[in-house]
């Protein structure tokens, strides 16, 4: 089994490829160890000293790291993913929490579905690029609210590529779009 590293916009985040798929058209993120409970290989990577984070996407894995540099980090890591997928384990034991979105006005639904196309079509595929994912928490009063997850939560240029970036490109497409925040 060969996985590929790649470096995020987050220096401390790394994108790991294990050239198999990890959850498919689904994501879970951890962000401690109490929350990798439902998963075999985020709880292995969270008893690896330094991680902080566990991101697993379509068909990567991101993970985040504190102080220090990856160079003694990255092959522990490496060692774990690999001895997870050859182990046979699931990646996730039970199908992880849906990210609770906030209560919106049902009038709101037709601009809602505008706006999850847009996430899904435009904006996510180039996020997971980077090891993140961005996903939809609610829209009220014009203010779209967006969960940042991997390698996007904590980067330094995520605030510009949500407000630059996510914000106009929403409302370019959606005049009832005023502003994008992060939750």
Known sequence: MFIQTEQTPNPATLKFIPGRPVLGDRTANFVDAAAAAVSPLARKLFEIEG????????????????????????????????????S???????????DETMADDPD????????????DTRVRPAVARDGGDITFHGFRQGVVYLHMKGSCSGCPSSTATLKHGIENLLRHYIPEVSEVRAI
């Open 51 to 86: 991680v902080t984070g566990v991101f697993l996407g379509g068909n990567f894995i991101t993970v985040t790291k504190a102080g220090g540099d990856w160079q003694g980090l990255k092959p522990i890591i490496l060692g774990t993913i690999m001895e997870h997928f050859t």
């Open 88 to 98: 046979g384990e699931p990646v996730l034991e039970a199908a992880a929490e849906a």
């Open 108 to 119: 709101d639904l037709p601009v809602i579905g505008q706006i999850k196309e847009l996430l």
